[in-house]
């Protein structure tokens, strides 16, 4: 069974910056949708990113385009989420997730969470202002 693993979380200021992977073994993620998701106290799971598998595509939520940045580093075996011009909104639990052969649509719809097959523990991610 695929296993992710998140890290980089960690206290950041505003406006600083922080760098979250997701790491598998056994499994290629290449061949692999993998999605960012984050969940705030008291608030629902959103989607933020997503890299489709071959990296066809990405796609972002709208308050983090231009400041998130996802890629893949495939002889590591691992995707990225570089994060810029960190916000207090942007504090949350981090979660990669993933779905094989998966080609990635607006990172808002309910649906793309639901699909994912693999989830990590997730990573804190503590924005002070």
């Known amino acids: 069974q695929l296993q992710l693993v998140e890290s980089g979380g960690g206290l950041v200021q505003s406006g600083g910056s922080l760098r979250l992977s997701c790491a598998a073994s056994r499994f290629t993620l290449d061949y692999y949708g993998i999605g960012w998701f984050r969940q705030a106290p008291g608030k629902e799971r959103e989607g933020v990113s997503c890299?489709?598998?071959?990296?066809?595509?990405?796609e972002y939520l709208d308050s983090v385009k231009g400041r998130f940045t996802i890629s893949r580093d495939n002889a590591k075996n691992t995707v990225y989420l570089q994060m810029n011009s960190l916000k207090p909104e942007d504090t949350a639990v981090y979660y990669c997730?993933?779905?094989?052969?998966?080609?990635?649509?607006?990172?808002?719809?309910?649906?793309?969470?639901?699909?994912?097959?693999?989830w990590g523990k997730g990573t804190l991610v503590t924005v002070s202002s």
């Open positions: 890299i489709s598998f071959r990296s066809v595509s990405t």
């Open positions: 997730a993933a779905r094989s052969g998966y080609v990635c649509s607006d990172v808002t719809d309910p649906s793309q969470a639901a699909g994912m097959n693999y």
